[in-house]
């Protein structure tokens, strides 16, 4: 693989962190090709359109974010036939492409049978995408993600071309197991044999935080697309900082006059599309993040976290992006 050739990017599917506020802003921000909503858990039902739409208002923006960028649903669950009927409904809404998870590590939901304890049945991935695939136009790309395995990866191979034979179009892994939940290091290199064994492309995910850590893990793994997650909420211009690597040049970390209006412009948008109760909640949790790549913002940070009521915390956040860019 050339060292610079171009790769996508795309943006991991993360349970209650990357929601379409984050989506709105990180592709706002720039360098993503492709995001992933968090999962639509099914169970035995059909779900009301209203429950597609609460977990990708990009519904009504054909599917994509207010940036441009398109927007995958990604489904839940283990009963193959509802899986197949919500996935038709979802097509019937215009979803450009479908994708399958069986990576959640969540004990809740792997409990009720969902996500990463199904890589333990390769006959249950094969009928679930096999059930989707079906029942959905040939013109809609049915994907899927998964883990190296569940205990252990004596049946990763077996699963990924399950999947593949089943009729998915692309298959993401993550490269741990569910039992390794996010532990690093990431295994990159067990992705490569499974790579080279399907038809189908692969892109690997995991434990990619820096520019570094991205030309690694193509090396490792030998795929030419990578999918992002805590790396680009915690980094919001590391897509732009990877794509500037790709052309042989190199992109500055942001200064925090340059964060400053994204922090009061996530605060604003979740007080306008949440309870305004929670709106501290999502802001500190991304804050955190952030801190943790710009050390420079941990005492603003620590400011705000002990506040708890909504019009204060507004309060502080607007003195402290006042502050930011007046010392920038």
Not at 7 to 15: S, T
Not at 35 to 40: A, G, H, I, K, Q
Not at 178 to 186: D, F, I, M, Q, R
Request: proline content about 7%.
């Amino acid at each position: 693989m050339p060292p610079h050739s171009a790769g996508r990017i795309l943006l991991a599917p993360m349970e209650g962190l990357v929601d379409h506020i984050m989506r709105d802003m990180l592709t706002q921000i720039g360098g993503i090709d492709e995001c992933v909503t968090e999962f639509l858990r099914i169970t035995d039902q059909l779900l009301p359109v209203k429950v597609f739409k609460r977990i990708c208002p990009e519904i009504d923006n054909a599917w994509r974010t207010p940036a441009g960028t398109p927007v995958v649903l990604q489904l839940l669950g283990s009963d193959a036939d509802w899986m197949a009927e919500n996935a038709q409904r979802a097509a019937r809404l215009g979803a450009p492409a479908l994708d399958i998870n069986f990576g959640c590590p969540a004990k809740t939901v792997n409990r009720h049978r969902g996500g990463a304890v199904l890589l333990e049945e390769p006959e249950t991935l094969f009928a679930i995408v096999r059930a989707v695939r079906q029942a959905v136009p040939d013109s809609i790309p049915v994907t899927a993600k998964m883990r190296l395995g569940y205990k252990d990866r004596s049946l990763l191979m077996e699963n990924a071309k399950a999947i593949e034979e089943a009729g998915a179009s692309q298959l993401v892994i993550h490269a741990r197991t569910k039992v390794e939940g996010y532990k690093p290091p990431a295994h990159w290199q067990e992705i490569e044999p499974v790579r080279q064994q399907l038809a189908i492309p692969v892109v690997a995910n995991g434990d990619v935080c820096t520019v570094e850590d991205y030309h690694a893990c193509r090396l490792a793994s030998g795929c030419q697309d990578v999918m992002i997650g805590r790396g680009l909420v915690a980094q919001p211009w590391l897509a732009l900082q990877i794509r500037a690597s790709l052309s042989g040049q190199e992109r500055a970390a942001p200064l925090l006059v340059e964060v400053a209006p994204w922090l009061e412009w996530f605060l604003q948008r979740n007080q306008q599309l949440m309870l305004s109760k929670f709106a501290p909640g999502r802001v500190k949790q991304w804050l955190k993040m952030l801190a943790g790549a710009m050390p420079d913002l941990r005492q603003w940070v620590e400011l705000l976290q002990s506040e708890r009521d909504p019009e204060r915390f507004a309060e502080r956040v607007h003195a402290v992006v006042q502050e930011l860019s007046a010392a920038s």
